[in-house]
C-alpha cells in the first residue's frame, strides 16, 4: 500500500467520523488492520472483531453505530451474525463484505427473504 498516497487522500478529505462508533469484523487480519487504520484515521473509534460470536459480545456491551461484517468467518458466519446483533440492536446499520463470492445469499438477504 502507498502510506504517502493515503495520507495525502486522509488530508484531503472533508469527511469526518468523529462521535461514530464502528465495528469491524473479519476473521482475516490484515482487512481488520486496514480498516481500522482508514476509519479511525477519519475520526471514527473502531472497535474489531475476529469472529462472530467475538462481534456479538461487543455489540452487547459498547455503543456500536455500524459494523462492517464478513460474510464468511469459521465460528458464526456474516448471516448467522447479522441475524443475531439486530436482534440485540435493531437500529444497527450494517455493511457486508466479503472476499468470497456469496451473491445468491446476498440478493436473498436484500429482497428480505
Known sequence: MDTALFER???????????VTILVA????????????ILSSLGAKVLVA?????????????????MIL????PDLDGFKTYERAIALKPDLVVVFCSGHAESGKIATLRTGG
Open 9 to 19: 487522500t486522509v488530508e484531503q478529505s472533508s469527511a469526518s467520523l468523529e462521535g
Open 26 to 37: 473479519d476473521d482475516e487480519l490484515i482487512v481488520r488492520t486496514l480498516v481500522r487504520e
Open 50 to 66: 475476529k469472529q462472530g460470536n467475538e462481534a456479538l459480545e461487543i455489540i452487547q456491551s459498547e455503543p456500536v453505530d455500524l
Open 70 to 73: 464478513d460474510i464468511v468467518m
